[in-house]
């Protein structure tokens, strides 16, 4: 098997001794090199949906990034705002770097136009097509089921339905929230704490505290990171029945206790599906280093100062419908292998070291905070027995989630 480790300039000495290390572990040849990005465009990124939610509406701004950046550079300083039927203005502030967000809550109405306004801090203009908001199609209904996915897994598929008897809807995209509840398979009652060390002991003093319950039981979120889209355009009646919009494997964290879906549904104009279906078709290219490679993506967004600068992104009014469903892992998947950690209890060995010494790399144990103690046996006031413990993300659920449970949580 051959790896691909890629060097990008301004690495630190330490990250390259870190993937050097790594690399003494695989199998194979490696041939490290360079990557860099040639005929480099500097685009302004552009994504916003304003919906018919009221609601503090959003602007994500961002600039294209080379290949061997870390990622993208928000475009900071810039001057936002929507604007209404040529006279209502919606003025957005920069909240953290990157993101703008509508000082007033305010939703888009059906009959009207809006229009994107954007001006950097070096005095470049930017202008969306005037759009209005498509039909408003609520979701019949979100629901799960069991079932084995092309690759032969067997999990959890969600699903929608969906029917718009006007037939006016026609275009749909869909995003989902995902919230799960994670129980530490290892949590133990008591932290192991050093109460008593020093210069001239011969060996530390222990003692357990209680732990806080707050590391038994959390609650983790994830965001549908693909685009889902489909229209009825071709059928004879805009409807929309069993389209999967989420897949969990059966062994996967997520469905290993009870799971949460918040799945929303966007009803967006035939343009905006294009736009879409073209970015979709660009995320889910195999390789960067593919024969086949799309061209720039173009949206509604233009300069207003140079008819040829390029501007990557469209400015989407939709209507949205979402719906929440919770699903227990015993109701659909109990009879199938679940999500198992690897949580083997492990005793750091003294070896030939003395007892203070033992004590010492129990300690530096403890402050590394990787590990969490577990024992059923008794603890000595000296700490003569060998001390347990196992992987923090065995023992405490922080490492996964927050112990908050969300306000829509429903057990």
Not at 77 to 102: H, M, N, Q
Not at 336 to 352: D, N, T, V
Request: glycine share 6%; aromatic share 12%.
């Amino acid at each position: 098997m051959t790896y691909l480790v890629r060097y990008s300039k301004g690495m630190m000495s330490s990250r390259i001794l870190i993937l050097l290390w790594i690399s003494t572990l695989m199998s194979g040849c490696i041939d490290p090199f360079e990557i860099e990005t040639e005929n480099f465009e500097n685009i302004l990124v552009v994504n916003t949906t304003i919906t018919n939610e009221m609601k503090n509406q959003e602007v994500l701004l961002t600039r294209t990034f080379r290949f061997e950046d870390d990622g993208p550079l928000a475009e900071e300083g810039a001057t936002v705002k929507v604007v209404e039927d040529a006279s209502i203005e919606y003025l957005f502030e920069e909240r953290s770097p990157g993101i703008y967000r509508s000082v007033q809550e305010f939703a888009a109405s059906s009959g009207r136009e809006y229009q994107l306004s954007i001006q950097t801090i070096d005095g470049k203009s930017y202008i969306s097509d005037k759009v209005t908001l498509p039909q408003e199609t609520l979701i019949d209904r979100i629901y799960p089921q069991r079932i084995t996915n092309n690759d032969g897994v067997e999990g959890l598929g969600i699903f929608v339905d969906t029917f718009d008897p006007t037939g006016n809807s026609l275009y749909y995209r869909y995003e989902f929230d995902e919230t799960y509840r994670v129980v530490s398979p290892k949590w133990y009652p008591f932290d192991l704490v050093v109460t008593r060390d020093g210069p001239g002991l011969l060996f530390f003093e222990f003692d357990l505290v209680e732990r806080s319950e707050d590391q038994r039981i959390c609650y983790a979120n994830n965001k549908s990171n693909n685009i889902k889209l489909t229209n009825t355009a071709i059928l004879e009646e805009d409807r929309i029945t069993g389209l999967e919009v989420n897949f969990i494997p059966a062994e996967d964290i997520r469905v290993e206790n009870r799971y949460s879906i918040l799945v929303r549904q966007y009803v967006q104009s035939r343009e905006a599906n294009g736009f879409y279906e073209i970015l979709s078709s660009f995320s889910e290219s195999e390789s960067l280093f593919s024969q086949i490679q799309p061209g720039f993506i173009e949206g509604n967004i233009v300069s207003e100062n140079n008819a040829d600068e390029k501007v990557l992104g469209y400015f989407d009014v939709s209507s949205v419908s979402e719906q929440r469903i919770f699903v227990d892992r015993d109701d659909f998947l109990a009879d199938l292998p679940s999500f198992e950690l690897q949580c083997e209890l492990f005793r750091p060995e003294a070896g030939s070291a003395t007892l203070l010494e033992y004590h010492m790399l129990i300690r530096d144990f403890i402050d590394s905070n990787t590990v969490r103690y577990y024992s059923d046996v008794p603890l000595p006031p000296d700490g003569s027995i060998p001390f347990t413990f196992v992987r923090r993300v065995c023992g405490d659920c922080t490492t996964s989630g927050v112990s908050e449970a969300p306000d829509f949580w429903i057990d």
